[in-house]
């Protein structure tokens, strides 16, 4: 197999699959480092994003880059709704008990899914989409879609924790949060906005996985280990890290694909992240370790 | 003839809860008595019922084994497997906070589910094993129900003996030591990640006794068998509703959360079929939804843990 | 004159128990107040009684005459008093300069003012505004504490044990620092392990023994008080 080759059947799918990881582990990396807890519902609320912005498109007829924002706003609401009923009352009680409750929560919102719309698979659109060849290298515009918006997400992102009042609200929760309460920064309100943007980072990366695949009650729970997995790999709280990390495993899961048989792909985010809390559980960016 | 259907259904209906008591006082060792989460009990379920399954029956044309072996040394080798594949999840994770034990528990028990699926040589993927012998099973019907419940019983009557003897003696208040303030426990000396390390691997040893039993009360088992999200969560709204950290609170809840889920089946399987199937995706959020309101409203349980040692001292 | 800072007769502790059985103090402006005494005496819980960590039981604090017993950490910053934690008091992933910028989150409008003020005061912080906090050295840490906590403009600034694990080189660093904080305008009322320095510096101390005063007078007092030099200096 030549270079090329290798590059349009596993390095671009690899990429495709990472920047939607990636997606994901940011809001994962958000959660461990400011709220301090592994969030285990993460993987099905990117499935209800992603089924959300189906029946946009479905529905309501909205053209179907339109029905990402809709998606991103609806589930950065719900996002925010199932912290002040599950989650909140919980702050006070050791954050292991919060874990549970988010598996709890995984539950119902897959549960939410099925009963609305059901368990067969669906798509965005219909009719194949034939890549374009861009020397050499055959891109679809989806998958350039998916990469393109995952950077401009994570720029804006990493613009609102560095420039805004708010944004360094949340790194001060992260870094240090005694010292943060003491400087008067309003839990409540930090909370709030992580939870709005972890929402709308889930939906995201629901829709570009249904975008590039197709859409299934279980998609989302099936992307919570390797979005783990990045989020551990690039050290918790990195949002650089998170993006490495969605990306290698992105490109390891399907590079694995030549030496392991394909059903495997789960089992390499899984020996990524084993592999990185025995030898460097801060992560390639030295991370936090909870 | 009624009357004979209820007593059938009743002695189901009680192996089961057995089965699931089994599961539910291994998740008290790791939970209920040592702080640790443990996502994945479904996979440790199924280690103990392949195992056991592999292990016990004929042999069989193009899949390892069955090696017909007794019963007894089926359900030891499912204690063992499911042990061994606990200790190396454990040794990593045990160091870290118990977030990262839920993960990997996760990530196991994914594996386990795509390795029973996809091995055909091991596991006879969707066809799954068939021809488990069953104690007592040459009975009829009732009579072997009724058997095979007292065998069950017997099993978890020892268990739970020998788990409340463990847990009064010294290792037992040890592990509460450390649950209860791991910094002061790490300070008198304790070897906080191996003593963590036996109660994770002692409590996934009893999951795969669990999945033994359940193979060998169906004579078969196949992927389908069980849902792993299901499964496993159905045993943690058990223990955190009976009362995590008592052994009969873990039971009791067994007993309710089954006898729940069970009549609530049979319930929306009256209802036509196109509401029936979203009937049992509603069940699923109500269990779930069960969970969080125990743990706002009655976060200790039905019956919460009883004060041992010194706080119960000062309380007389 | 009534002092700027007074608490009288407190009693309380972090749960059920009483750590602190009756302690009194008061700040004046311009005065550097150290509260020294052997470990487990309260003097880390009786700053923390001031700053609203604690479940006071009797007793009042207050500030400029006006009650603050009772009221929480953020509105006793708004008050003008401010604390600089023991351990823990720097956002060490944050760069100074931000830092500060979290010392005056309650603040809105211009702050170049107060960053000009705390940059005078701590030149060294100036030429590192840039620096990741958690990369200084230890005496510029607590530089970047102390500098966190006057963004506010407080009346009173309070310093749990901040020589705490310093060589005596830094040591004698951070109280010129405190001085130059004094001569700024704002009191200070520091805990301190290290009672001989202490005394030698501050204008007045306070010596609490089991959650109680013992002695109070003016340093040079204290450190020609016998029983106080048997306490620290075995004699």
Not at chain 1, 264 to 279: D, E, G, P, Q
Not at chain 2, 225 to 246: C, H, Q, R
Not at chain 3, 92 to 102: A, D, G, K, P, Y
Request: aromatic share 8%; proline share 4%.
């Amino acid at each position: 197999m030549d270079f090329l080759e290798f590059v349009n059947f596993y390095i671009v799918p690899g990429l495709v699959l990472g920047s939607i990881y990636a997606l994901g582990a940011v809001g994962i990396t958000l959660v461990f480092a400011i709220l301090r807890y592994a969030h285990l519902a993460h993987g099905d609320m990117a499935t209800l994003g992603a089924f959300v912005a189906f029946a946009a498109v479905t529905l309501a007829g909205v053209p179907l880059y339109a029905a990402l924002p809709i998606a991103m706003v609806a589930t950065a609401l719900v996002a925010v709704g199932i912290d002040r009923l599950f989650y909140d009352y919980l702050r006070e009680r050791p954050r292991i008990v919060t874990v549970m409750a988010s598996l709890g929560v995984a539950l119902m919102v897959r549960s939410v899914v099925q009963v609305i719309w059901g368990v067969d698979a669906e798509t965005y659109t219909r009719g194949i989409v034939r890549p374009e060849n861009w020397w050499g290298i055959r891109l679809k515009d989806r998958e350039i879609a998916t990469v393109l918006t995952m950077i401009g997400l994570v720029l804006c992102l990493q613009l609102f924790l560095m420039k805004t009042k708010w944004g360094k609200a949340m790194r001060a929760m992260s870094d240090n949060p005694n010292l943060a309460l003491l400087s008067g920064v309003d839990n409540a309100k930090v909370v709030f906005v992580t939870w709005m943007i972890v929402g709308g980072l889930c939906a995201a990366a629901g829709f570009f996985l249904g975008l590039n695949t197709e859409l299934k009650s279980m998609m989302g729970w099936q992307m919570l280990l390797p979005m783990f997995a990045a989020a551990i790999l690039g050290g918790v709280g990195r949002i650089e890290g998170a993006v490495i990390g969605g990306l290698v495993v992105g490109v390891v899961e399907e590079v694995s694909v030549m030496f392991l048989p394909s059903e495997y792909k789960a089992a390499t985010a899984f020996a990524i992240l084993l592999v990185m809390l025995i030898v460097r559980p801060t992560g390639l960016l030295r991370g936090k370790v909870l | 003839m009624e009357w004979l259907g209820l007593l059938n259904y009743a002695v189901f209906m009680a192996i089961f809860i057995c089965i699931y008591a089994l599961l539910a006082i291994g998740l008290n060792i790791q939970w209920g008595f040592t702080g640790l989460f443990n996502a994945g009990i479904a996979g440790f379920f199924a280690v103990g019922a392949y195992t056991s399954a592999i292990l016990t029956s004929p042999p069989e044309a193009g899949r390892v084994g069955g090696f017909d072996m007794p019963v007894p040394v089926g359900w030891a080798g499912a204690m063992v497997l499911a042990a061994l594949v606990a200790w190396p999840i454990g040794k990593v994770c045990l160091r870290f906070r118990s977030d990262y034990l839920a993960i990997a528990t996760i990530g196991i028990a994914e594996i386990i589910r795509l390795v029973i699926k996809s091995e055909d040589w091991l596991t006879g993927s969707a066809r799954g094993i068939t021809g488990i012998p069953r104690p007592f099973g040459d009975l009829p019907y009732i009579h072997s129900q009724l058997a095979y419940l007292a065998l069950v019983a017997g099993v978890l009557l020892v268990v739970y003996l020998l788990v409340e003897r463990q847990i009064r003696s010294p290792w037992g208040r040890m592990m509460r030591a450390i649950r209860d303030n791991e910094l002061a426990a790490r300070a008198m000396g304790k070897d906080v990640p191996s003593r963590r390390l036996e109660a994770f691997v002692f409590g996934a040893a009893l999951m795969g006794l669990g999945g033994a039993l359940f193979a060998h009360l169906n004579r078969a088992i196949t992927p389908e068998a069980i849902d792993p999200m299901v499964a496993t969560f159905l045993v943690w709204i058990m223990l955190i509703l009976g009362g995590s950290g008592n052994n009969r609170g873990a039971i009791l809840g067994v007993a309710v959360v089954w006898v729940i889920w069970s009549f609530s089946e049979i319930l929306t399987d009256r209802f036509p079929p196109e509401v029936a199937v979203k009937a049992k995706y509603i069940r699923v959020f109500l269990i779930g939804l069960m969970l969080q309101v125990v743990l706002r409203f009655r976060p200790e349980g039905i019956l919460p843990e009883p004060q041992r040692g010194a706080a119960a001292k000062e309380k007389r | 004159m009534t002092p700027l800072l007074e608490m009288r007769d407190v009693r309380g502790g972090y749960g059920d128990a009483d750590i602190l059985q009756d302690v009194s103090l008061n700040v004046a402006a311009g005065e550097i107040v150290a509260i020294v005494g052997p470990n487990g005496a309260g003097k880390s819980t009786a700053m923390k009684a001031i700053f609203g960590l604690l479940n006071i039981r009797g007793g009042s604090i207050t500030i400029e005459g006006r009650d603050i017993t009772g009221l929480k950490p953020n509105q006793i910053v708004q008050a003008g008093v401010c604390y600089v934690p023991q351990v823990d008091n720097i956002f060490r992933e944050m760069t100074v300069h931000e830092n500060l910028e979290m010392g005056a989150f309650l603040r809105s409008g211009d702050l170049s003012s107060a960053f000009e003020r705390v940059y005078g005061l701590f030149p060294d912080l100036r030429e590192r505004r840039r620096t990741l906090a958690g990369n200084l050295s230890g005496g510029q840490r607590q530089m970047v504490a102390m500098g966190r906590a006057l963004m506010l403009d407080p009346k009173v600034l309070l310093l749990d044990e901040p020589t705490a694990g310093l060589s005596p080189r830094y040591m004698e660093q951070i109280f010129q620092i405190c001085r130059d904080v004094r001569d700024a305008g704002v009191a200070l009322l520091l805990v301190e392990q290290h009672a001989k320095q202490a005394l030698a510096f501050c204008n007045r101390g306070y010596v609490l023994a089991s959650g109680s005063n013992r002695h109070e007078g003016t340093g040079a007092e204290l450190l020609a008080d016998r029983e106080v030099a048997e306490m620290f200096l075995g004699g």
